[in-house]
C-alpha cells in the first residue's frame, strides 16, 4: 500500500465504482481525501461533499477552501452519455455527452491554481476513444477529447503532473443491469478481449493510484482495458 500520509485529495466522482474505489485506497494509504458527488453521501474517514463538476462557482469554492491540497482525481461523467447506432443517434444526447469533457476542463483549470506543486491530476477515458465499439461512437468522442486534453494540458500546468487511465468494459453500478441480463451483457462483451471478463473498480483505480505517486509520469493515458484495444 502506497503511503500518501500528509497528502491532501480531491475525488469528484469520488462516492461510487471507480471513484469510490480510488476515494477508498487513498483513505487507507494515510491520504486526507475530500470525495464530491451531486449526491449525498457517506464514507467512513473521508470528507463527503455535494457538487456538481459543471458548476464552477461551487468547484472554485471547493477548491478554494482545500488551497494546498495534493491531488486531483475526476472520476465524474457529467451527467447521461448517448448510446446506440450513430445515424440514430440524437444530437442533443451527442452534444450532452461532451458535460464529461466540461467537468474535466472546469476542474483543471479551477483547481490546478489551489495545488501544491508537486501535485497530480487524473481523469478517465476509455477504451472505445481508440477503438470502434458499436453504439460508443459518443463515449469514444469524448475519450478521445479526454486524451488530447491530457497531452496539451501538461505543457501548460506543470509543474503539476496530469494523466489518464482508460478503462475498458468495467463492472460498476453505474450499469442498471441486473442478474443475468448482468451477467451476460459484461460476458459478451468482454469474450473477444485478451482477458475475457469485465474489469473491477478496483483495478482502474489501482492505475489512478500509480499516476499519483509515481512522479516522473506525465501526459500519458494508461490502459486498463484486458487487452481490449488490441484484439
Not at 4 to 22: C, M, N, P, R, W
Not at 43 to 49: D, L, T, Y
Not at 97 to 103: E, N, P, Q, R, T
Amino acid at each position: 500500500m502506497t503511503d500518501f500520509s500528509g497528502k491532501k485529495a480531491i475525488v469528484l466522482g469520488g462516492t461510487s465504482g471507480i471513484g469510490l474505489a480510488t476515494t477508498e485506497m487513498l483513505r487507507d494509504g494515510g491520504a486526507e481525501v475530500i470525495a464530491g458527488s451531486r449526491r449525498e453521501c457517506e464514507i467512513e474517514g473521508v470528507e463527503c461533499v455535494q457538487v456538481d463538476v459543471l458548476d464552477r462557482t461551487a468547484l472554485s469554492a471547493l477548491f478554494e477552501k482545500h488551497n494546498g491540497f495534493d491531488y486531483l482525481v475526476n472520476a465524474a461523467t457529467g451527467g447521461p452519455r448517448a448510446i446506440g447506432p450513430f445515424l440514430e443517434m440524437d444530437l442533443q444526447g451527442y452534444q450532452n455527452s461532451f458535460a464529461k469533457l466540461w467537468g474535466y476542463v472546469n476542474s483543471v483549470r479551477l483547481g490546478v491554481p489551489h495545488m501544491t506543486p508537486t501535485g497530480a491530476v487524473v481523469l478517465f477515458s476509455g477504451y472505445p476513444a481508440r477503438k470502434w465499439r458499436a453504439g460508443a461512437i459518443a463515449i469514444g468522442s469524448v475519450g478521445g477529447s479526454v486524451e488530447a486534453f491530457i497531452h496539451l494540458s501538461a505543457n501548460e500546468i506543470k509543474p503539476v503532473r496530469i494523466n489518464g487511465v482508460s478503462p475498458g468494459l468495467i463492472d460498476t453500478p453505474m450499469s442498471p443491469l441486473k442478474g443475468d441480463e448482468r451477467k451476460d451483457y459484461y460476458a459478451k462483451g468482454s469474450a473477444e478481449h485478451l482477458i475475457p471478463r469485465a474489469g473491477t473498480a478496483e483495478e482502474v483505480a489501482a492505475a489512478a493510484i500509480f499516476l499519483l505517486e509515481n512522479q516522473f509520469v506525465t501526459g500519458t493515458i494508461v490502459d486498463v482495458d484486458g487487452g481490449a484495444i488490441v484484439t
